[in-house]
């Protein structure tokens, strides 16, 4: 029984390797402001300009948000040599602010997207099994059949 546990956590973690490995992605081919409200402003250590929808971003570049209402979606692109894409990330700000567009995204719902309620059910399950005793428990009833 344990055999089994065991097998299905290594299945689990087998699974949600490439789940792991792209949130702590760094090198990404595209960073671009897909969405935006309010005052949206960029800048390259410059004056600030008003963001475009659809503007490439540059790692290490300021993007300023104010106003009540204000937010931004960054959406991160890795694409392959025809330029199809392989994965992406989204990164949602929403509070006034400076940031800084750096070269890491994790996504905010890891767990909802791809292979993440595979890889629950996995880890569940091997720790359902595995929550057992070795010994049997013997039958449900001991009382007489009719």
Known sequence: MKQLAYAMLAAGVLFASPAFAQQGKSAWDKIVLEDKAGNVMTSTGGDYQTA??????AVGEYMMLSGDKALAKVVYYELDDNGKVLHKCV????????????????????????NGPM??????????LGSGGDTDPGPISAGPRN
């Not at 475009?52 to 971003?57: A, K, Y």
């Not at 890889?119 to 359902?128: E, F, N, P, S, T």
């Open 52 to 57: 475009l929808l659809g503007q490439n971003l």
């Open 91 to 114: 990164r949602d700000y929403t509070d006034p602010n400076t940031y800084i567009i750096d070269a890491s995204c994790v996504p905010a719902a890891a767990w909802a997207s791809g």
């Open 119 to 128: 890889i629950g059910a996995a880890v569940v399950a091997a720790l359902l």
